[in-house]
């Protein structure tokens, strides 16, 4: 029995093996993307879905198909284990039996960055790594600066200029040098930031330049098909901005299936806005590759904002194509009104998160998504991280009283 059953990252572009001993970001052959790879096999051999009962309810609780060698090195702050909630309201609005919410928004930081960046942290701890940087529209920030803290990691932090304020300060909150980003189209981030590994060596938390922290969201495929009895859902739902949401998950239930803990895989679904979607673009034209697109600052959404995703979004296409997916885009009217949808669940969401209500609804629409399948949207992040989307979706009460019985007995009639 091993704690990890990690083995070795293998890039992308190259097929060039690494040993995870090294502080490596990309591909130092070609710059490809590299992959932690696993023993699946020793896995399948000493591992079996009854054993976690009884351990963490945190993202640890998977230990075995995290890239971290040495439970020491974990920087926790519970993350992960959050709930799934079936849904009691949009659910009969758009007829589906089996609509069901994994509601990151409780997580530590209030997004679900934290179990990315409890893992790459806890990484970057076991490799000696003592700084790192990265980019952020506002939620991963947070996350990194908190986690960077606990861990005392030297965090520099290059939040988009089109982040509210308050993601802005929460990242000064947790403490951490930080630096607001100007920039025309995401490309010239991914390129800074990939520049930055040459020249400096200096390590990442970007996801997919960071080759760990994405590992991460596999967890949601452990989570969900172990809430449903070791089956896995028809669809998965996730808002994408770099896509290491949705390709994290996609990888944790192949790992399953290959295990032979679940018999079927769901169908990935990206959703990104109106006004950028990248990703719908390549997959309503066929492509495995996505070129730049939109604006980002012409959406509501700004966590999955991104005009151009990190080499071409190959994975993330792959993901939905693979999987026999679908990639959508939204507008901000719809996303308002998914929250408000959320809202009437007892849940509240970003606008960024509840993009994948609205996609749901326009799948179910569009004859892709039917009345019995089993549907999981993933609710990445809090609606407190936005509070102006939370004014707009919502018009404050024009009920107005005094403090009197009398008053309050005519408001109630
Ligand atoms: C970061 C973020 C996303 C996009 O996640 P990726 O893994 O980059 O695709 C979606 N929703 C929220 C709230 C986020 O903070
Ligand atoms: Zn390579």
Redesign the pocket.
């Known amino acids: 029995m091993a704690w990890s059953y990690v083995t070795h990252y293998v890039c992308d572009g190259c097929a060039a093996a690494y040993e995870l001993s090294r502080p490596l970001n990309t591909c130092p052959a070609c710059g490809g993307l590299l992959e932690a790879k696993y023993d699946l096999p020793a896995m399948k051999r000493d591992l079996h879905p009854g054993m976690f009962e009884g351990r963490t309810t945190s993202m640890w609780r998977w230990h075995e198909f995290y890239p971290l060698r040495e439970e020491a090195h974990i920087v926790s702050m519970g993350e992960g284990g959050t709930p799934l909630l079936p849904s009691v309201y949009a659910g009969k609005q758009l007829g589906l039996s089996r609509l069901y919410f994994k509601n990151d928004a409780l997580m530590p930081t209030g ?3 934290d179990r ?1 960046f409890s893992l790459a942290v806890s990484f970057a701890k076991e490799l000696g790594v003592s700084q790192g940087l990265t980019y952020s ?4 920030g947070s996350s990194f600066a908190a986690y960077a803290n606990r861990a005392g990691l030297n965090a520099t932090i290059l939040v988009e200029y089109l982040a509210n304020p308050l993601k802005k300060a929460m990242i000064g909150l947790y403490g951490a040098r930080t630096a607001t980003l100007y920039f025309e189209s995401m490309n010239e981030i991914t390129s800074m930031l990939e520049e930055a590994v040459r020249e400096l060596g200096l390590y990442q938390f970007v ?1 997919f330049i960071n080759p760990v922290r ?1 590992e991460a ?1 596999k967890g949601y495929a452990y989570e969900i098909s172990e809430a449903f009895d070791w089956k896995a859902p028809d669809w998965m739902v ?9 390709w994290g998950a996609w990888k944790g239930f192949g790992e399953l299936a290959e295990l032979g803990w679940i018999d079927s895989l769901p169908r990935m679904v990206a959703v990104q806005p109106d006004a950028t979607g990248p990703i719908p673009r390549a997959f309503r034209e066929g492509l495995r590759e996505a070129g730049r697109y939109g604006d980002s600052s012409a959406t509501i959404a700004q ?2 904002a991104a005009d151009a995703p990190i080499q071409g979004g190959r994975r993330v296409l792959d993901a939905v194509y693979d999987s026999g997916g679908f990639a959508d885009t939204v507008t901000d009217e719809e996303i308002l009104e998914a929250m408000r949808w959320l809202g009437k669940e007892g849940i509240s969401a ?1 606008p ?2 509840a993009s994948a209500l609205a996609a749901v609804r326009r799948g179910v629409r569009d004859g892709l998504i039917g009345p019995d399948d089993c549907v999981v949207c993933v609710v ?2 809090s609606g407190l ?1 936005q509070p102006s989307a939370i004014q707009k979706a919502v018009e404050e009460s024009p009920l107005q009283l005094r403090a009197s019985f009398a008053e309050l007995k005519a408001l109630l009639s």
């Open positions: 997004s679900f960055k990315g529209s506002g939620n991963a996801n994405h969201m996730h808002p994408v901005g770099t896509g290491g949401g949705i966590s999955i970003e960024s998160s990445t992040g991280k």
